[in-house]
């Protein structure tokens, strides 16, 4: 199973110096149209998505996890958030757990 990655040029690129697929957006109905595609497909797992694009779309989100169990969708916060610091290779792994 692969694990994507959507977000803004510096979230996507965190993920992918772990070796993670990425996709970069620049609004939340990019992310939707995205995740569309994706979630049709069989072998991807797990879908990264930035907190800051993906706050504006909750409801739909919502939605796409009610209808779809796999892929998981998690919302990370992204770089530059208020909160604390984030080692997201070391997220990665715990998400994993590896």
Known sequence: ???IAIGSRVFVTSFQLAGVEGIKISSSDEILN????LAS???IGLIL???DMAKEI???LSDIRSKRP???IFELPAPGST?????YRAL??????V
């Open 49 to 51: 998505l930035s907190d």
């Open 41 to 43: 497909s069989d072998d």
């Open 83 to 87: 909160k604390e610091s984030i080692d």
């Open 34 to 37: 995205e995740l569309n595609k």
């Open 70 to 72: 796999i892929p998981l």
């Open 1 to 3: 199973m692969r694990v």
């Open 58 to 60: 909750r409801f739909q």
């Open 92 to 97: 990665l792994k715990q998400i994993l757990g």
